[in-house]
């Protein structure tokens, strides 16, 4: 049985003028621990997707199964959500802002916390549990929601373009990061991007998606080679580059198709 | 020149201004009193109204032993300080069942610009009669004033806060109260702060006004009785009373702003 599968997923917004169809026909399936990534042109419907698959709201047709069974109904919580900006509470510490799913959850507090503090370690920011975030720089912040996000133990990791707003350096030490840190952890991940080579770097397979509407246009399998590397590692593997160029020409002629 | 020799200097130089900052406060203040002394002396504005500072010093000695001062004083205090808690509370509490219902705030949206263009102080004869000439419909007054608006600013500032860490929340599970606890409220704290500053000037309006109406204590009916009695001292020292209570509650909010949002940006 498949850990995550999308069946015929269609969804429009609505708004009193105008009805958008964001999304078309969507079916994919994803196995326990892989990591796929979302990759297309800005309006494609990527976070329309990774909301659904959140079960933020429910599409306007078709399902979405985690472990069989539909993530609308499930009372659990199974997923870890990480968006563009780490949105931190300013109000709270760190240790407050890791600690805060398992607050939710009604944890014990003295285990929440060593919790937080265990995954400080792992994501390499050691001892800032008693910090705001306004002391902490970007890539630090985003570190710090990365363990909040790993803080619930989520079944499956959606992050919503999250190196986009960091500079190129720290971007390239994140991936590294949290591609290790997702594997140590065996977390599956869905990735949303618009970087080719950050798709092709992290994940196992790669999505390309169309627009208007948000539809799935071609899938690639990255090779067993990449896989194995750390993303940092990848981007200097001989097939890395040929890869880029097979996504970059399909991404071209999307466009053309637009504006011809 | 070093780095320290600079620092010395910025700070030397910080402190210089503060210092004449302070001065030129404190000139005008002795300004103002010297120059009203001395109208007052020489005539060249009618002592009857204007009074003097001397002769308001002298009157608020005498009311200071005689004990009536302190009586009138408490007892406004009193009021204006539950009016303007018990307004701020209320506010807040509306605008937060507001934003608990959409479709309630939604209903009601019509109903709150109404009763906000409406001058509250004409309810005054209204409350008195209906809760009796004293402490419980002045403070009503006191509260009245200042709770829809706060009901409005603070409503506005929970539905601004970023929709990205209420959905932060909601990849949590988190219900309703979680969210409103963890995020709205706290993210709206430096609202409902400057609301309170907005409240403490309201408040004394609608005590001062209460007390006029009813006219048997407080500062307020010291201000009627000075007036129906031509007695302008008593009029200006309560006027001056007033000036130093409702700066101390200001200061007082700004402390506890101090204290509440130092965590943040
Ligand atoms: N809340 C909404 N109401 C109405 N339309 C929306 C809403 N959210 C998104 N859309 C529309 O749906 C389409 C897909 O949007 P979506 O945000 O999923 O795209 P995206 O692929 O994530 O884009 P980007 O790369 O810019 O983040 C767009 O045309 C957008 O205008
Ligand atoms: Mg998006």
Known sequence: MNFLTINHVDHTYFSKQTATPALQNINLSIEKGEFISFLGPSGCGKTTLLSIIAGLFPPT???????????????????????????????????????LGLKLLKHDKEASLSTAMKLLQDVGLPGVEHQYPRELSGGMRQRAALARTLAVDPKILLLDEPFSAL?????????????????????????????IGESIAMSDRIYLFAAHPGRIHKVFEVPNELRLLTPFQARNHPSYSSLFQTIWKELESLEHSYTA | MNIHTLHNQYKAALVKEKRLVRFYQLLIFIAFFSG????????????????????????????????????????????????????????????????WSPFLSRVLDPYLVILNAMPKVALGPILIVALGPGFTSIITMGAIISVIITT?????????????????????GANRFQTFKEAVLPASFPTIISTLKVNVGLSWVGVIVGEFLVSSKGLGYLITYGFQVFN??????SLMIIAVCATVMYQLVELLEKALIKNDR
């Open chain 1, 167 to 195: 500079d190129y350096q720290t971007k390239l030490k994140l991936e590294d990061l949290v591609s290790e840190t997702l594997k140590a952890y065996g977390k599956t991940a869905v990735l949303v991007t618009h970087d």
């Open chain 2, 36 to 99: 009203w002394e001395i109208a007052s002396r020489f005539k060249w504005i009618d002592q009857l109204i204007f009074s003097s500072p001397s002769k308001i010093w002298s009157l608020f000695l005498t009311k200071i032993s005689d004990g009536t001062l302190v009586n009138h004083l408490s007892i406004t205090l009193a009021e204006t300080v539950l009016g303007f808690i018990i307004g701020t509370l209320l506010g807040t509490l509306l605008a937060a069942i507001l934003w």
């Open chain 2, 232 to 237: 302008f001292n008593l009029v200006l020292l």
């Open chain 1, 61 to 99: 047709a078709g399902t979405v199964l985690l472990e069989g069974q539909p993530v609308l109904s499930r009372d659990e919580l199974s997923i870890g959500y990480m968006l563009q900006q780490d949105y931190l509470f300013p109000w709270k510490t760190i240790g407050q802002n890791i600690t």
């Open chain 2, 152 to 172: 409005i600013v603070v409503y506005t500032a929970f539905k601004g806060v970023d929709p990205n860490y209420l959905l932060v929340l909601q990849t949590f």
